[in-house]
């Protein structure tokens, strides 16, 4: 097995992170700093540059044949070490689009996909709802089909880019079954009447998430994604390419932390030594780029099973989801640790690291609904299957 980046990959890689290097330097501190501030500039930012069309197919304005997790992993990786948000970004701009790769009928990707592309429409994904989080099949807000039309009653929670998005893929009940057979999936353009936008909190220090309400809400039948009772199935497909990218984003996260323990193990001294000649400190290093190796090889394991189609992907996925995740927060848990009270003090980008890690291992499937569908996948797996 060849563990190296391709060709493609490495010119990708290197150009993220110079990107990042030039671009997005500075730009967590900015965004926190004014906690208010309208992140739709930083979208712009981003689609300049062009980092949105990844996320879409060449035929509708993108850069491939097909959407790869791995070209989503090594920018979310090389984002995530510099600027949370603007992996988190990238990230969400995918689960709004991703939907109409996998379900949209050409009318609807011309309509949507290439303003996606350019950064000129942003998305969002709206699933989570305060009775339905792991439970997705527990989703109440309905859709009821009226002529032409489809009315949407309900609300959704915790949605990234509430707000800011032009178009949400809305996932509801429609019809009368109450299992994930009944939900389907719409896209709902922002303004419409019967449909609101609260701002509801900020998370990992500026993503501002908000609550969506649909009260009579009508849209047309054209924007449904694919056939009715097909809405699970879409959103566990696009969560199974984005949960991978969460490990990469923990990958990044854990890289920013481990450089900026080295740093301070090399010039913090104690007791007359740099704090890192100490053993104590040392082993604590070398856990952690350990940790920060095995987390990455699964991640880029997980994407590369994704994009071939690989028998046992959805489990490869949750099992570097969990382990990334989980192993960057020990990560900068420990970095914490290494600088003493100023882990604590908001003068060092550590504080807000340990802040950014600590929501991954809840979004996108908590690291116990992880382990249920790795659980679920080994039982049925066959003797002797490869691991």
């Known amino acids: 097995m060849d563990f190296q980046d391709s ?8 150009r993220t992170a110079a990107f990042a290097g030039e671009q997005l330097v500075g730009a967590a501190e900015a965004l926190e700093a004014d906690g208010d501030a309208h992140p739709r500039e930083f979208y712009d930012r981003l689609a300049a540059a062009d980092w949105f069309r990844p996320l879409v197919p060449a035929a509708y304005g993108g850069t ?24 988190a970004a990238f990230a969400v701009q995918g689960l709004g689009a991703y939907p109409l790769v996998l379900a949209g009928t050409h009318a609807q990707c011309a309509r949507w996909l290439p303003a996606m592309a350019n950064g000129e429409t942003i998305g ?7 009775g339905a989080g792991s439970d997705v099949a527990g ?24 707000g800011i998005a032009d178009v949400y893929t809305v996932f509801a009940r429609a019809g009368d079954a109450r299992s994930a057979r009944g939900l389907s999936a719409f896209l709902v353009e922002a303004g419409r009447p019967g449909f609101s936008v609260t701002r509801q909190m900020n998370v990992m220090a500026f993503d501002v ?44 996260l854990a890289r920013a932390g481990f450089e900026a323990a080295c740093e301070w193990a090399r010039t913090r001294k104690q007791f007359g030594h740099p704090i890192g000649t ?24 997980a994407a590369r099973a994704f994009d071939d189609d690989a028998p046992g992907a959805a489990r490869r996925s949750s099992m570097a989801k969990l382990f990334a995740t989980e192993a960057a927060s020990r990560v900068i848990d420990a970095a914490v640790q290494i600088h003493g009270g100023w882990g604590v003090a908001t003068d060092l980008p550590i504080e807000r690291l340990y802040r950014e890690i600590r929501p991954l291992r809840v979004y996108e499937g908590t690291s116990e609904i992880q382990r249920l569908l790795i659980a679920k996948a080994e039982l049925v797996r066959e003797p002797g299957d490869d691991l």
């Open 7 to 14: 060709p493609d990959d490495a010119a990708l890689r290197e």
């Open 64 to 87: 491939a044949d097909k959407v790869g997790c791995m070209t989503a992993c090594l920018i979310r990786e090389e984002f995530a070490r510099v600027c949370s948000f603007a992996s």
């Open 124 to 130: 969002a994904f709206a699933l989570t709802e305060r």
């Open 139 to 162: 989703v109440e807000t309905c859709a009821v089909r009226e002529g032409d039309n489809y009315r949407l009653d309900g609300a959704k929670v915790f949605i990234s880019n509430g």
């Open 209 to 252: 998430l908000a609550e969506l309400g649909f009260e009579n809400c009508r849209i047309p039948a054209a924007n449904r994604l694919g056939e009715e009772g097909e809405g699970f199935a879409l959103a566990m497909g696009t969560l199974a390419l984005y949960r991978t990218t969460v490990g990469a984003h923990a990958v990044g």
């Open 278 to 301: 100490f053993q104590g400190i040392g082993f604590q290093l070398a856990d952690m780029a350990t940790e920060i190796e095995a987390a990455r090889l699964m991640v880029y394991r």
